[in-house]
């Protein structure tokens, strides 16, 4: 079993800039991707981008070139650097790792 826990969240205009974190515990030994996934209100929850660790890194168009996803201590610590934030970015920010694994979300809010 894994447990995920997300941190970084908050209030920030447009334009500005934020960092989520995820670290992960429990069994963690097998984990090869962790990701992020989003969900705004009123909407479906979608991908944002995940890496493998191969290190290997892959986005959705909506982020790509401004978000960078990395991580730390492998299978451990993930990060979501979210930079030129836009108010569309406005949702809950959810860990993931594959297929069903998921943290409790961290509300990222962009102001216009």
């Known amino acids: 079993q894994v447990q995920l826990v997300e941190s970084g969240g908050g209030l920030v205009q447009a334009g500005g800039s934020l960092r989520l974190s995820c670290a992960a515990s429990?069994?963690?030994?097998?984990?090869?991707?962790m990701g992020w996934y989003r969900q705004a209100p009123g909407k479906l929850r979608e991908y944002v981008a995940h890496i493998e660790f191969s290190y290997n890194t892959y986005y959705a168009d909506s982020v790509k070139g401004r978000f960078t996803i990395s991580s730390e201590n492998a299978r451990n610590t993930v990060y979501l650097q979210m930079n030129s934030l836009k108010p569309e970015d406005t949702a809950v920010y959810y860990c993931?790792?594959?297929?069903?694994?998921w943290g409790k979300g961290s509300q990222v809010i962009v102001s216009s």
């Open positions: 429990g069994s963690t030994r097998h984990i090869n991707t």
């Open positions: 993931w790792i594959p297929p069903a694994t």
